[in-house]
């Protein structure tokens, strides 16, 4: 059973939009959700941490957990070219991080 | 700010040689993991590692696996005897509490 599942994409916006990009998990026990963002051939980089369900801001970025329905969200808002990479949402499990695939997202110019 | 550092960058090898991947966690951190990436597939938890022991590892661990933390800031993973199916991105990282921040990878290519 997969425990952490994403649309791989790749997801293609314009300059400007918003991008909303999601995963659904399995395990109802899982509390810790975070969104990691790659870049080709780089380690993946922590953008947004929450802990069980909620709304969580950082800038343009924008981290849902609705535990209710184990839907993990990030919304992106004015989105850059610069926001091109693979987004991976994760959940801590029996102490490791069990990531969901990853979307590749594509900010058209 | 402090970053998780990986040597080397890329690894070519024979299948069948001994390889080790280097990693230097973050200073103040305690939890150590290594995780790998095939091309085109998902980031897949190895083992981790805390008071200088596994405290967890995966099925892809296997005996051909090992780790080790042989002074106060290195971290490796040994693989003994690589297999063409080792090839991957292998990255480290730590943490000190929930969060775990990730190193650049080790590109292997096993031939």
């Known amino acids: 059973q997969k425990e952490v599942e994403q649309d791989p994409g790749p997801l293609s916006v314009p300059e400007g939009a918003i991008v909303s990009l999601n995963c659904t998990y399995s395990?109802?026990?899982?509390?810790?959700f975070m969104w990691y963002r790659q870049y080709s051939r780089k380690g993946p980089e922590l953008l947004m941490y929450?802990?069980?369900?909620g709304n969580k801001e950082d800038g343009r970025f924008t981290a849902q957990v609705d535990k209710s329905s184990k839907y993990i969200s990030l919304f992106i808002r004015d989105s850059q070219p610069s926001d091109s990479a693979t987004y991976l949402c994760?959940?801590?499990?029996?102490?490791?991080?069990?990531f969901g695939k990853g979307t590749r997202l594509h900010i058209l110019p | 700010e402090p970053e998780v550092t990986q040597t080397p960058s890329h690894q070519v090898t024979q299948m069948g040689q001994e390889v080790i991947l280097r990693c230097v966690p973050i200073s103040n951190h305690l939890y150590f993991y290594w995780y790998r990436q095939i091309l085109g597939q998902k980031v897949e938890f190895l083992v981790s590692f805390y008071n200088n022991e596994i405290s967890e590892k995966s099925e892809i661990f296997d005996d051909q696996f090992s780790v080790e933390r042989p002074d106060g800031s290195n971290f490796t993973l040994k693989i003994r005897s690589t297999k063409l199916e080792d090839s991957a991105m292998y990255f480290c990282?730590?943490?000190?509490?929930?969060?775990?921040?990730f190193g650049p990878g080790t590109r292997l290519l096993v031939l």
């Open positions: 929450t802990y069980s369900s």
């Open positions: 990282a730590s943490s000190v509490g929930e969060t775990q921040y």
């Open positions: 395990n109802s026990a899982f509390q810790y």
């Open positions: 994760a959940s801590i499990g029996d102490d490791k991080i069990i």
